[in-house]
């Protein structure tokens, strides 16, 4: 129901702010280790140009590759080869099976079940959490820039709605969900509101809190109570009033609140 709908803050662990300074500063430094290794594998490389069979160095234990008993993946655009012996897992050791899900993380290999106990795997590109980069939501993990609205994919950063099994940015929410207030006919939108949406529902219309008030007088309607004439609503003060000058049948009503 549109009433039990709430805003409600993303929780991180770390803050994002902090995970994606982290993370750009690892990159910073994991940039000139890789360059350095990949000037020392093609300098070695070219040392053996011209042997039989050459096809490369092993990106786990160096050594050279010959023949056909290597494989090849690509990691973040780039090819990398393996002796079939040095294909494993960092975690359990086992042989990675060959053309199955692949899981990366600081120059280590991964298998799916082990990326998924140890290290955890984001709920939406099921792909490896990197160093603690990354936002909770219930027993599922997602990188920040994953957890996003299904609707605009802006990354969620401070809030969402949950709805139909996905989340949603307040904007998107109050464009397609939000309902419109009987009485002022503005939309009840989210953004406009500080913490959780108040919204009256009363005879099957929606109300802002500050718009439930008597038509009349325009005042509050004490504890959301109050009596409809030609489904107006009047507080008991002014239909009181008005029943000494017409024959009127009060009607009371205690509406919902959400």
Not at 88 to 94: I, L, M, P, S, V
Not at 106 to 125: H, K, R, T
Not at 214 to 222: G, S
Request: glycine share 6%.
């Amino acid at each position: 129901m549109l009433g039990d709908i709430k805003i409600r803050s993303l929780r991180t662990e770390p803050h994002p702010e902090n995970s994606f300074r982290m993370a750009s500063e690892r990159r910073q430094s994991n940039v000139a280790d890789d360059l350095e290794a990949i000037l020392a594998n093609l300098k070695s490389d070219l040392s053996h140009v011209g042997e039989q069979d050459f096809e490369g160095h092993c990106q786990k234990c160096n050594d050279v590759i010959k023949g056909a008993g290597f494989v090849c993946v690509s990691i973040r655009g780039s090819a990398y080869k393996y002796h079939k012996q040095c294909y494993t897992c960092h975690q359990c050791h086992n042989i990675l099976p060959v053309g199955k899900s692949l899981f990366y993380n600081d120059g280590d290999l991964f298998c799916e079940s082990c990326a998924s106990d140890d290290l955890g795997v984001c709920a939406v590109c099921k792909t490896i959490l990197s160093e603690g980069t990354y936002c909770t939501l219930g027993n599922h993990k997602f990188h920040p820039k994953c957890f996003t609205c299904r609707q605009c994919q802006t990354i969620l950063h401070k809030q969402y709605i949950a709805s139909d099994g996905g989340f949603l940015c307040v904007a998107c929410y109050d464009n397609k969900y939000a309902p419109t207030c009987a009485k002022c006919c503005n939309k009840i939108r989210l953004a406009d509101q500080d913490a959780h949406v108040s919204i009256v529902v009363h005879k099957d219309q929606t109300y802002h809190m500050n718009c439930f008030t008597c038509t009349k007088c325009n005042q509050k309607l004490p504890n959301l109570s109050g009596c409809t004439i030609n489904n107006k609503l009047h507080c008991q003060t002014c239909l009181q009033e008005m029943q000494k000058t017409s024959n009127i049948k009060l009607r009371q009503s205690s509406p919902s609140t959400k």
